[in-house]
């Protein structure tokens, strides 16, 4: 069987040349289907040739099971993260507004995609297989932390510790967010900046929302 039915269509057989398109594909359905399950045991490779219209054996002669599929997914969506936030911290006036945005884009791609955040960060696959390419945001975000300590809008810290703190807030908070969604959340905005003055040291700017001066009661610097 060269291709199967999909959505009442047929697809056929990629020209030579083609497979990384179909490739591409495969991951574009990946990610849907995983952003509305929620869960990586949920899908199939059977289902995702279904969605992409193509038989089973194409899309197991790009991927070998559903984990590397699964793998494969998130780590090109989790690039295209690092370049969102990247673009929204660089659009910034100063480093601290550029942390602030940075967490933001976070925080409202979470809100857009809840199913893939709980595949990404809370599925069995986090104990299965190693995910290194997360570590690139983490890094980072360390990095804009030290660039506001550096331009004096943030107390001299550990930036490490000060990015793991903001960054395991940051994460529990959208985490509750998504598993909890009835609770009277406030505005994601309004949660960012306490974190960000109370863990970073940056408060806002009179008449500003952007976080560019250091609290006045800044934490001690960690030993």
Known sequence: MDDTEARGGRRGRNPRGQGERLRADILDAALRMLDELGDDQGLS??????????AATSVYIHFADRDALVLAALERFHRELVEAVDQAEAGAADPGGGLRARVLVLGRWVQEHPGLYKVLH???LNQRVAMSFKQELAERTTAAVRRCMDAGLAPPDDA????LDLRAAVHGAVSMRVNQPDLPWPPLEEQV?????RLVGLTPAPGSAELTRPAREAPAPRP
């Open 160 to 163: 490490a510790a000060v990015s």
């Open 193 to 197: 900046d306490r974190f960000l003055t």
């Open 122 to 124: 809370e599925s069995t």
């Open 45 to 54: 490779m059977r289902a995702v040739a279904r969605e992409v219209g193509v």
